[in-house]
């Protein structure tokens, strides 16, 4: 079975049965073989179009938006955050700025507690902006300190 009549099948057989009961209900005089038919068609058109739509509108959610980005990233070296501080916030901090793919706030292992710094993965093109303008800016009392992650070295 193909995929987008599995997961429409359920909905397509529910509104077809709703079909059914108002086709039936305004016009007694038709035949039921006829209302059924007319339903099932009416539900198998308009249910998978319903869902495309309603799926397209739910991907391009700001939530996707790192499935949605194409271009070069660059990921930035965000150190003395507040230890208040959460994703979120850094998150539009930077948003403020220009696009923001991913953020990771850093935490110890074992008491699971903030450790002060973090990583925002941002559009290349937008990286040298956000430095410029958040280095040595204050967030939550903070004087952050930004700057372009350096990779990680094997020990």
Sequence with gaps: ???TLRATLPYTLAVAILAFLVFYLLNPALPSYV???LGVLLCGVLVPILRDVKGNAI???DDMVE?????ETATLYVGNLPYRANEEAVQQLFEAKGVVIN???MKDRQTGRRRGFGFVEVAAKDAEKMIQ?????E????????REAKDRQES
């Design 35 to 37: 209302v059924v038919v």
């Design 133 to 137: 303008a958040l280095n040595d800016s």
């Design 139 to 146: 967030f939550q009392d903070r004087t952050l300190k930004v």
């Design 67 to 71: 499935h949605i980005y194409q271009g």
């Design 59 to 61: 991907n391009l959610s």
């Design 103 to 105: 953020v990771r706030l």
């Design 1 to 3: 079975m193909l995929p």
